[in-house]
T-cell receptor
């Protein structure tokens, strides 16, 4: 079964600084990977996804992530964060084809410090 | 268009009571998912519906939990004889899941359940 690990439960970063949120997955077969963002008291919203093709994926709000098969990672990055990026970020994995359960990581809380 | 809606937004109940949580998915979305979000636990999958059938109920934590979906639309998650450990945010998501589509899930705002 697949699993997702987000080692950092909280990441504080100063406004306009770069940030990287780490995500590692375990799977011996092809995977689909996602990053979702959850703002306070809201549901999750898709930031970006990797299904196939280019390993560098660009998403909304200036975020991007790189799929690294050899390191089984899908880290999320932003070159310059804004106060409005303060939220919780979830990495998720599933398999292609038919119904496959989506497994979510435990989340990383990004706190942007003014 | 309208997104996924859930009701109630907050529910406080006494231990031992039954509760019903409702999810209205995006119109036309055939797939519907329930998750439970507890503090520091991430999202815990509960159940998946495709149309009105539930091919994957593997995440339901006990037989006190059940869910149904009618008309391929509204879904209700029922928790019987609630326990304090049931306190969590219950999230619903829907997806136009078909082979070859994006696999993206669209989430509702959740129902915060507090069992006292």
């Amino acid at each position: 079964a697949q699993s997702v690990t987000q080692l950092d439960s909280q990441v504080p970063v100063f406004e306009e600084a770069p940030v990287e949120l780490r995500c590692n997955y375990s799977s011996s077969v092809s995977v689909y990977l996602f990053w979702y963002v959850q703002y306070p008291n809201q549901g999750l919203q898709l930031l970006l996804k990797y299904l196939s093709g280019s390993t560098l994926v660009k998403g909304i709000n200036g975020f991007e992530a790189e799929f690294n098969k050899s390191q089984t990672s899908f880290h999320l990055r932003k070159p310059s964060v804004h106060i409005s990026d303060t939220a919780e970020y979830f990495c998720a994995v599933t398999f292609p084809g038919g119904y496959q359960k989506v497994t979510f990581g435990t989340g990383t809380k990004l706190q942007v410090i003014p | 268009g309208a997104g996924v809606s859930q009701s109630p937004s907050n529910k406080v109940t006494e231990k031992g009571k039954d509760v019903e949580l409702r999810c209205d998915p995006i119109s036309g979305h055939t797939a519907l998912y329930w998750y439970r979000q507890s503090l520091g636990q991430g999202l815990e999958f509960l159940i998946y519906f495709q149309g009105n059938s539930a091919p994957d109920k593997s995440g339901l934590p006990s037989d006190r939990f059940s869910a149904e979906r009618t008309g391929g639309s509204v879904s209700t998650l029922t928790i019987q004889r609630t326990q304090q450990e049931d306190s969590a945010v219950y999230l619903c998501a829907s997806s136009p899941r078909r082979t070859g589509l994006s696999y993206e899930q669209y989430f509702g705002p959740g129902t915060r359940l507090t069992v006292t």
